[in-house]
């Protein structure tokens, strides 16, 4: 099983990026997927969270302005950012609770950088 992140890159403050966030391999359910974000020095922390039913769960310093979706056909989670801050600069990890083999585990994606100038 393997999470491919995509969609990071360079954006000036107030703007907007979306991330994308694939699984593949020998999935046999597909759980919760969610974002974190590790900034420069810190900790990784929660961004966002959504349920195999679609319910969600932000963190208060991207509520609001950061939406959190999943495609289960395409067994895609995306993180859409809006109204950028410098301090969502960071490296964002999708990850999301996979059984494979009747084993369930939280599987982490390679990591994506999102920069944010003012």
């Known amino acids: 099983v393997q999470l491919q992140a995509s969609g990071g890159g360079l954006v000036q403050s107030g703007g907007s990026l979306r991330l994308s966030c694939a699984a593949s391999?020998?999935?046999?359910?597909?759980?919760?997927m969610g974002w974190h974000r590790q900034a420069p020095g810190k900790r990784r922390e929660l961004a966002a969270t959504?349920?195999?039913?679609?319910?969600?769960n932000y963190a208060d310093s991207v509520k609001g302005r950061f939406t959190i979706s999943r495609d289960n056909v395409k067994k895609t989670v995306y993180l859409q950012m809006n109204g950028l801050k410098p301090e969502d600069t960071a490296v964002y990890y999708c990850?999301?609770?996979?059984?494979?083999?009747?084993?369930?585990?939280?599987?982490w994606g390679q990591g994506t950088l999102v920069t944010v100038s003012s």
């Open positions: 391999g020998s999935i046999g359910f597909l759980g919760n």
């Open positions: 990850s999301a609770y996979i059984s494979t083999g009747g084993i369930f585990r939280d599987y």
């Open positions: 959504i349920t195999t039913g679609g319910s969600t």
